[in-house]
């Protein structure tokens, strides 16, 4: 596999769960930390959640106990389940080693939190 695919979006309404899947090129997800971004319209990708090879997480204050993001390296595969979501949740989400690296970003996936 040679590109970054995301899934497991869609409409949701406030308060619901989805959880996000990736999978990455062996040749970065085996040696880097990988993270889930976020973007609006109008507005710059953000990091959200980022884990490292060892299983390290961190969490942009925003979301810190609503999401949880794990790694499968067996699958070369990261996911982030996020609960309790709220309107200002929507985005599209892409995943990227975090630093991200500027030949990775994939098509994202769209999340829309709405009732």
């Known amino acids: 596999q040679l590109q970054v695919v995301e899934s497991g979006g869609g409409l949701v309404q406030p308060g619901g769960s989805l959880r996000l899947s990736c999978t990455a090129p062996g040749s970065i997800f085996s040696s880097r930390a990988m993270g889930w971004y976020r973007q609006v319209p109008g507005k710059q990708r953000a990091l959200v959640a980022a884990i490292t090879t060892r299983g390290e997480i961190s969490y942009v204050p925003s979301v810190k106990g609503r999401f949880t993001i794990s790694r499968d390296n067996a699958k070369s595969t990261v996911y982030l389940q996020m609960n309790s979501l709220k309107p200002e949740d929507t985005a599209v989400y892409h995943c990227?080693?975090?630093?991200?690296?500027?030949?990775?970003w994939g098509q994202g996936t769209q999340v829309t939190v709405s009732l």
């Open positions: 990227n080693a975090a630093p991200a690296l500027a030949d990775y």
